[in-house]
Structures are given as structure tokens and as C-alpha cells.
């Protein structure tokens, strides 16, 4: 698919299962989708790609597996480096990151090929007593643009960030070179890639994650009838809301919906097997009694470990939805929005602008992942006289924030252009409207981001762009990985041939908001 073009497209009719072949004469054109693939195998593969695109001068991506709702991994015309088969997993009961003094030591870590899929990280940290803090898609490589963007997980708020908690990369950089990117060598790229983007420092071969011992989890599934009305979802969102500074500081994290929640917490006082569910049930009791008494169901149980719960409430509904073209809008929303009157309202305000543009309070989604009673990073990393700066490049944002609220839209496989545009233009007048809700003290998942954002530098990145910038003017100096709105993209790439799938689009919103804005 190209968003900007849709004769530049070969896509399937998927509101019909199974979907229609084409009919007969039926265009069926590449779309953004690179022109050649290359498997990665060994670092050979690699330097050949990068010599032969700093000969030729063609457009190189990276391609790994999951999704990429920011289209980075495709460009018409370029040459793919695919990743996937960056295979292996190795566990270690006491990780030193190489060139690091024994004193280091990070404890018990889970070494990926950037490939692996987080499903099989999941069921290896199992077979080992140990707990991987990882993403909700199973077929998401965690070593490659999942940690790299970041990282969240519903285990966050207690055990933080994917980047808060990887020591160590290992990595092909633009210029040729292999390194180890850890706190004790090459610190800068290390900092960069806890943070700063997939697809724009190097070709990760492989990266070291902090684990946990296995444990007890609590989950909370608590479901409202989904015959609701757009007023009562209204009403389970404002309640949430105001719970939601109480589970907060109790560890709960999970995914809240307009119909639903589905939260987990892994805190002793909580996750406790020895109870009854006693204390998990008493802390989700208010959600409880809303959904009962309006004829929803509410589960609240403890299981003896994550993959039990992995397993049974993420599983099942995570390989369902193939072949839809979805655009998302976040926010990373600050704590002081929970604490008053003030802020509640504000964020109830929010909801009725953005239900006025066309989105359906019944399919509001967030995910609660954001570190928020975990200490910051620096009290979980070993620590090393060689650092100086914050150990992630990740947005600030993330460590005040409680709600990371999302919008989406799905475009239909046939949308005419017009109506392309359209979607875009309200989506991004609801990013807009949620970066005036937060100020400057908010901020956006970059891996989650509306990719028609305006002012994506400080949104995604914040104070951390300028450094990120220069970290990537060292490793890449030729500019050989240029990805939409990685660090590195400079505006005048919008109207580029290179990117013209996303360009004309972000052109023709930009006009269309300023047109109403003049209205």
C-alpha cells in the first residue's frame, strides 16, 4: 500500500473472510513496499548492503517482524535488510556487559538475536524461573524497534521500560563498523538506542535484557456489555480515571478500553496466591461493581506466573486482526491530570472534543505502561564512571506520565484519496488537541505516533532530539539509514521521491488544517 497513492496498491477485500482474489485487470502495483530483500544471516550480509547503497546511493531499510505503524521499514524502491532470522536466545544468571568491571554486574539477563519474537522470549524466561518485561504482540522482535522505541509493557509501571531495562547491544553501525554498545563502550550509542528509534543507528544483531525472578500476577479482566451506549463508556472512562492514580501507585498496568480493562500487577502485596485474590479483588472492587451492575462480568484472579497469564488473557485474542491498515495517535498523559477535580475534567473535555471528530468513546484505548512507581532507570543499571547523561533517550514524559491515551483510525483498503485525507486530517486535529491537554509535560510513544505529527522532535524525543541528532551524525555520516521521522529526517525529505507514499499526505494535512483553522 502507498497511503498517499491508492492506485499504488495490491491490496485484499478484508471485510470478507476469506478475502476475494482480485478481479480480472485489476491493478496490483508495489505500493511502499522496498523494491529488493536481503536476508541477514552473519555481518557479511550486512557491509555488502552498506557498500553497495553508498555506491549506488539506494534507499536501505530495516525489516523485522511485527508491526510498524509508522511505516519505517518500507520505501519504494530501496533495498530491505530483513532481520528476522537474527535468531538465539541464551540466558545468563549473572551478566557482566563485556568491558565492564565485575562490580557491574547486571544480574540475571536474557540475551536476543534482534529476530526473536517476544512470544518465544516469553516461553524461554519461563523455562529458566525468570519473568520477561516485555511487549503484548507475540510475534514483536523485543531486540529490535519494540526496545529501541522504548518499550513499554504491562509490566512497566513496576519494572520500567524495555530501555530501562536492556544492557547491552550489539550492533552493525551505518559506517561499517561491528560494536558493543553498553555502559562501559561506546556509551553514547548505547544511550541512543535505549530511546531513540529502530531503523536509524544501525542493524541490532542482538541485545542483553535485565529478567526477573518468575512470580505471582495479578489480573483484573472486567468487561462491560458490548451493546453499551457511547454515554456509559463515557461514564467507565471517567471512573477509570479516577482510579487510576490508586492502581497506579499499587502497580497495576495493563490495557484500559471503552468496554473494558485488562490490567496486571506482579506487586507481592497484590499478586498474592495465599489469599484468595483477596487483595486484588478489594483493589479493583469500584471497577467491579460498575460493570456488574450494568450487566458486564468481572474476573480478578492471581496466577502463579506470567506466561500462566500470558497464556490465558493475551494469546488468544492477539493473532485475530491481519490485513488492516490502522493509524494511531498518543499521548503520554502526566500524573497531575489524575490528581484534582481540575484535571479530571480537562481529560473528560478531551474526550467529548475528540467523540465530536468522529471517534467512538466505546473504542477508546490506552495502554497503561508508563514506569510509573518504578524508580528511574538509574536506580536499576549498574552505573559506571563512564555516565553521565539520564541512561535512556526516551521522552522525559515518561516517567511523570500515568495514561498513555490513544486514538486510531482504520483505512479502509479501498479508500479513495479523499477520504484518506480526511482520516489523516482528524487524526491529526486529535493530536493536536491532546498535545494542548498535556502542554509541554506531555509527550508521545514513538512507536505508537501519528506519523502526520507536526512538531515531532519535541514530541517524541523532547530535550533529548539535539544529542540524538549528533549520536547519529557520528555513527552515520553519509545518512545512509533514513527512515519517516527517525532522528536524522529533515523537512525537506517530505516532499522527496523517497517518500512520497507519506509526503503528500502530510502536505495536503497540513494545508487542511490550516484551512480550518482560518475558518
Given at each position: 500500500?502507498?497511503?498517499?497513492?491508492?492506485?499504488?496498491?495490491?491490496t485484499?477485500?478484508?471485510?470478507?473472510?476469506?478475502?476475494?482474489?482480485?478481479?480480472?485487470?485489476?491493478?496490483?502495483?508495489?505500493?511502499?513496499?522496498?523494491?529488493?530483500?536481503?536476508?541477514?544471516?552473519?555481518?557479511?550480509?550486512?557491509?555488502?548492503?552498506?557498500?553497495?547503497?553508498?555506491?549506488?546511493?539506494v534507499?536501505?531499510v530495516?525489516?523485522?517482524?511485527?508491526?510498524?505503524?509508522?511505516?519505517?521499514?518500507?520505501?519504494?524502491?530501496?533495498?530491505?535488510?530483513?532481520?528476522?532470522?537474527?535468531q538465539?536466545?541464551?540466558?545468563?544468571?549473572?551478566?557482566?556487559?563485556?568491558?565492564?568491571?565485575?562490580?557491574?554486574?547486571?544480574?540475571?539477563?536474557?540475551?536476543?538475536?534482534?529476530?526473536?519474537?517476544?512470544?518465544?522470549?516469553?516461553?524461554?524466561?519461563?523455562?529458566?524461573?525468570?519473568?520477561?518485561?516485555?511487549?503484548?504482540s507475540?510475534?514483536?522482535?523485543?531486540?529490535?524497534?519494540?526496545?529501541?522505541?522504548g518499550?513499554?509493557?504491562?509490566?512497566?509501571?513496576?519494572?520500567?521500560?524495555?530501555?530501562?531495562r536492556?544492557?547491552?547491544?550489539?550492533?552493525?553501525?551505518?559506517?561499517?563498523?561491528?560494536?558493543?554498545?553498553?555502559q562501559?563502550?561506546?556509551?553514547?550509542?548505547?544511550?541512543?538506542?535505549?530511546?531513540?528509534?529502530?531503523?536509524?543507528?544501525?542493524?541490532?544483531?542482538?541485545?542483553?535484557?535485565?529478567?526477573e525472578?518468575?512470580?505471582?500476577?495479578?489480573?483484573?479482566?472486567?468487561k462491560?456489555p458490548?451493546?453499551?451506549?457511547?454515554?456509559?463508556?463515557?461514564?467507565?472512562?471517567?471512573?477509570?480515571?479516577?482510579?487510576?492514580?490508586?492502581?497506579?501507585?499499587?502497580?497495576?498496568?495493563?490495557?484500559?478500553?471503552?468496554?473494558?480493562?485488562?490490567?496486571?500487577?506482579?506487586?507481592?502485596?497484590?499478586?498474592?496466591?495465599?489469599d484468595?485474590?483477596?487483595?486484588?479483588?478489594?483493589?479493583?472492587?469500584?471497577?467491579?461493581?460498575?460493570?456488574?451492575?450494568?450487566?458486564?462480568?468481572?474476573v480478578?484472579e492471581?496466577?502463579?506466573?506470567?506466561?500462566?497469564?500470558?497464556?490465558?488473557?493475551v494469546?488468544?485474542?492477539?493473532?485475530?486482526?491481519?490485513?488492516?491498515?490502522?493509524?494511531?495517535?498518543?499521548r503520554?498523559?502526566?500524573?497531575?491530570?489524575?490528581?484534582?477535580e481540575?484535571?479530571?475534567?480537562?481529560?473528560?473535555?478531551?474526550?467529548?472534543?475528540?467523540q465530536?471528530?468522529?471517534?467512538?468513546?466505546?473504542?477508546?484505548?490506552?495502554?497503561?505502561?508508563?514506569?510509573?512507581?518504578?524508580?528511574?532507570?538509574?536506580?536499576?543499571?549498574?552505573?559506571?564512571?563512564?555516565?553521565?547523561?539520564?541512561?535512556?533517550?526516551?521522552?522525559?514524559?515518561?516517567?511523570?506520565?500515568l495514561?498513555?491515551?490513544?486514538?486510531?483510525?482504520?483505512?479502509?483498503?479501498?479508500?479513495?484519496?479523499?477520504?484518506?485525507?480526511?482520516?489523516?486530517?482528524?487524526?491529526?486535529?486529535?493530536?493536536?488537541?491532546?498535545?494542548?491537554?498535556?502542554?509541554?509535560?506531555?509527550?508521545t510513544?514513538?512507536?505508537?505516533?501519528?506519523?502526520?505529527?507536526?512538531?515531532?522532535?519535541?514530541s517524541?524525543?523532547?530535550e533529548?532530539?539535539?544529542?540524538?541528532?549528533?549520536?547519529?551524525?557520528?555513527?552515520?555520516?553519509?545518512?545512509?539509514?533514513?527512515?519517516?521521522?527517525?532522528?536524522?529526517?529533515?523537512?525537506?525529505?517530505?516532499?522527496?521521491?523517497?517518500f512520497?507514499?507519506?509526503?503528500?499526505?502530510?502536505?495536503?494535512?497540513?494545508?487542511?488544517?490550516?484551512?480550518?483553522?482560518?475558518?
Amino acid at each position: 500500500m502507498c497511503l498517499g497513492d491508492p492506485l499504488d496498491q495490491c491490496t485484499l477485500n478484508n471485510t470478507v473472510l476469506p478475502a476475494p482474489e482480485p478481479a480480472p485487470g485489476a491493478s496490483c502495483n508495489q505500493g511502499s513496499v522496498p523494491s529488493y530483500d536481503i536476508e541477514v544471516l552473519e555481518v557479511s550480509d550486512i557491509n555488502a548492503v552498506l557498500n553497495f547503497t553508498k555506491r549506488y546511493r539506494v534507499p536501505l531499510v530495516i525489516k523485522n517482524s511485527g508491526h510498524d505503524y509508522l511505516t519505517r521499514n518500507s520505501q519504494k524502491g530501496a533495498i530491505a535488510l530483513w532481520v528476522h532470522k537474527l535468531q538465539g536466545l541464551v540466558f545468563h544468571d549473572d551478566f557482566i556487559p563485556a568491558g565492564c568491571r565485575e562490580h557491574s554486574t547486571a544480574g540475571r539477563a536474557i540475551t536476543a538475536g534482534t529476530g526473536v519474537s517476544t512470544g518465544d522470549i516469553y516461553d524461554f524466561a519461563d523455562k529458566h524461573g525468570s519473568t520477561f518485561v516485555g511487549g503484548y504482540s507475540p510475534t514483536v522482535a523485543a531486540s529490535g524497534g519494540w526496545v529501541q522505541g522504548g518499550g513499554h509493557s504491562v509490566l512497566s509501571p513496576v519494572y520500567g521500560l524495555g530501555a530501562d531495562r536492556v544492557v547491552q547491544f550489539k550492533i552493525v553501525t551505518p559506517d561499517g563498523q561491528f560494536r558493543v554498545a553498553n555502559q562501559c563502550q561506546h556509551e553514547d550509542l548505547f544511550w541512543a538506542l535505549r530511546g531513540g528509534g529502530g531503523g536509524t543507528f544501525g542493524v541490532v544483531l542482538e541485545a542483553t535484557h535485565r529478567v526477573e525472578p518468575s512470580m505471582p500476577v495479578a489480573v483484573a479482566n472486567i468487561k462491560l456489555p458490548s451493546n453499551g451506549t457511547s454515554e456509559r463508556s463515557l461514564k467507565w472512562i471517567e471512573l477509570m480515571a479516577r482510579q487510576s492514580l490508586v492502581w497506579g501507585k499499587e502497580g497495576w498496568g495493563g490495557h484500559a478500553g471503552g468496554l473494558y480493562l485488562t490490567y496486571m500487577n506482579p506487586v507481592p502485596a497484590i499478586a498474592n496466591l495465599t489469599d484468595g485474590s483477596a487483595a486484588a479483588k478489594s483493589s479493583m472492587s469500584v471497577a467491579t461493581e460498575f460493570a456488574l451492575a450494568v450487566g458486564g462480568s468481572s474476573v480478578v484472579e492471581v496466577l502463579p506466573n506470567y506466561l500462566a497469564v500470558w497464556n490465558k488473557y493475551v494469546l488468544p485474542g492477539a493473532l485475530t486482526t491481519a490485513g488492516v491498515t490502522r493509524i494511531l495517535a498518543t499521548r503520554l498523559i502526566p500524573r497531575r491530570l489524575f490528581e484534582d477535580e481540575a484535571g479530571i475534567a480537562k481529560l473528560m473535555d478531551f474526550m467529548a472534543t475528540v467523540q465530536k471528530l468522529g471517534f467512538d468513546p466505546r473504542s477508546f484505548y490506552c495502554p497503561i505502561g508508563t514506569p510509573f512507581v518504578f524508580e528511574h532507570a538509574t536506580s536499576l543499571q549498574p552505573r559506571t564512571e563512564n555516565v553521565s547523561r539520564s541512561p535512556t533517550s526516551v521522552n522525559p514524559a515518561w516517567y511523570n506520565a500515568l495514561w498513555d491515551i490513544s486514538t486510531s483510525l482504520t483505512i479502509p483498503w479501498d479508500a479513495s484519496y479523499a477520504e484518506r485525507l480526511q482520516n489523516m486530517t482528524a487524526i491529526t486535529r486529535a493530536t493536536l488537541l491532546a498535545e494542548e491537554l498535556t502542554g509541554t509535560d506531555g509527550g508521545t510513544y514513538p512507536n505508537e505516533a501519528n506519523p502526520f505529527t507536526s512538531n515531532w522532535h519535541e514530541s517524541w524525543w523532547g530535550e533529548n532530539y539535539a544529542a540524538l541528532l549528533d549520536i547519529k551524525k557520528k555513527y552515520d555520516p553519509e545518512g545512509l539509514l533514513k527512515c519517516w521521522k527517525c532522528i536524522g529526517f529533515e523537512d525537506e525529505d517530505i516532499s522527496s521521491d523517497r517518500f512520497r507514499c507519506q509526503g503528500r499526505l502530510q502536505l495536503d494535512v497540513d494545508v487542511a488544517l490550516m484551512e480550518k483553522s482560518n475558518a
